[in-house]
């Protein structure tokens, strides 16, 4: 991880602080922000860190599904329960078990992993035997869970026991200065993958990946770095290798890459006018182009011609 940002310092130095201490925890943050490797943090530094780390994304699953990835099931409990299954709390019973997306989690399954939790013992789906299971929960939402308590689509009690200890992993855009280190990480990993000789960032690139929102966070600039290399023709990424979402401000106009030609048209010509004093036949000879095509490009680009300074126009 690339710790250039003040805030995901804080975020680490509060994951390597819980840690040790075997408690729940719950993270936040919004979805590619990097809340994964704030887990396997907590995991590797962790007194389980020798036992397995197992992960499910709740929101992935129907409620049938994820109940028995969870809690497991027996033989002939449902039409394809062909064998007996170990849950997911079983397997990482003496490890970590990930919770990714909890907050999509039905209400009915929440009453179950909420009496797993305060139990510590689980039931297999199509069982009437308890088996003990107690894996470390670290849990991760990119919902705003207290807001889901106040509508009455997540529990409380369940809140308050996955939520002992609560790390935020603030967004992309609020810490930007890790932008360049975490695009030159990115960069450098492609280079590698794709066999190509990348050695940097040219300015143009770096201006645009600064100055965009960022929504899918970091996972979206890995993808806009990973694309921009696969098209990258010189040793250098530029602004036009990136997608086209990334080079568009919020009025839809393209970001000045320094390859717009059609603007360095204009600026060429608005010079040469001023230089010969508004002589568009001077002009056209110094630009290599017919005074006629010198009068279409003045219209289409609307430049302002300077008032004449003599001779012909």
Not at 45 to 68: D, F, I, K, M, W
Request: hydrophobic share 45%; with cysteine.
């Amino acid at each position: 991880m690339v710790l250039v940002s003040s805030g995901m310092r804080e975020t680490l130095e509060l994951a390597a602080r819980v840690a040790p201490l075997d408690t729940g925890v719950l993270i936040f943050g919004e979805s590619g922000t990097g809340k994964e490797y704030v887990i396997r943090l907590i995991h590797e530094h962790s007194s389980r860190a020798g036992q397995p780390l197992v992960s499910v994304n709740c929101a992935a699953l129907t409620e049938t599904l994820l109940e028995s990835e969870l809690f497991g099931h027996v033989r002939g409990a449902f039409t394809d329960a062909i064998r007996d299954k170990a849950g997911l709390f079983e397997v990482a019973s003496s490890g970590t078990l990930f919770l990714d997306e909890v907050g999509e989690m039905s209400a009915g399954l929440q009453a179950k992993l909420l009496r797993a939790l305060q139990e510590r013992e689980i039931r297999r789906v199509g069982s009437e035997t308890s088996i003990k299971a107690n894996p470390r929960i670290v849990a991760a939402t990119n919902r705003d869970l207290r807001s889901a308590v106040h509508a009455g689509t997540f529990r409380e009690d369940l809140f308050y026991r996955l939520a002992a200890f609560v790390i935020v992993v603030p967004p992309l855009r609020e810490r930007r200065e890790a932008i360049p280190a975490l695009a030159k990480e990115f960069l450098q990993r492609a280079a590698v993958r794709f066999n190509k000789d990348l050695q940097g960032i040219a300015p143009d690139a770096m201006r645009v990946l600064l100055d965009y929102d960022w929504p899918g966070n970091v996972r979206e600039l890995e993808h806009a770095v990973e694309r921009a290399a696969i098209l990258a023709a010189g040793p250098r990424i530029t602004a036009l290798e990136l997608p086209p979402e990334l080079r568009l401000q919020d009025g839809g106009e393209p970001v000045d890459s320094g390859f717009d030609l059609e603007e360095h048209e204009r600026v060429l010509i608005e010079k040469a006018l001023e230089q010969f004093g508004g002589n568009r036949r001077r002009a056209a000879e110094a630009l290599n182009i017919s005074t006629v095509t010198l009068w279409r490009r003045i219209k289409q680009y609307g430049v302002r011609v300077p008032p004449a300074r003599g001779g012909t126009r």
